[in-house]
């Protein structure tokens, strides 16, 4: 499953995109889940449970492929 994340702001913490996203049903869960070296980002095992994850990254767990992407500012001419 590929889930499209929507950015706001410069970054996200790990533990908080795996909560937004329903990966986890808790900041908690999501730290406990990435401590166990569950998570990947960009490829590589991440154990930092509050790195910081910014647009272009991929986070990827148990199947879920999270493509993070700067946030859709609308255009004023």
């Known amino acids: 499953?590929?889930?499209?994340f929507?950015?706001?702001?410069?970054?996200?913490?790990l533990h908080q995109l795996?909560?937004?996203c329903?990966?986890?049903d808790s900041g908690g869960?999501?730290?406990?889940?990435?401590?166990?070296?569950?998570v990947r980002v960009d490829g590589a095992v991440?154990?930092?449970?509050?790195?910081k994850?910014?647009?272009?990254?991929?986070?990827e767990t148990g199947g879920v492929r999270i493509a993070v992407m700067a946030e859709r500012?609308?255009?004023h001419p």
């Open 22 to 24: 329903g990966v986890v």
């Open 73 to 75: 500012r609308p255009h």
């Open 53 to 59: 994850i910014r647009a272009g990254q991929v986070v």
């Open 6 to 13: 929507a950015l706001e702001g410069d970054f996200i913490e």
């Open 18 to 20: 795996l909560k937004l």
């Open 46 to 51: 991440e154990l930092r449970r509050t790195c």
């Open 29 to 38: 869960a999501g730290k406990a889940l990435v401590s166990r070296g569950a």
């Open 1 to 4: 499953m590929v889930t499209e």
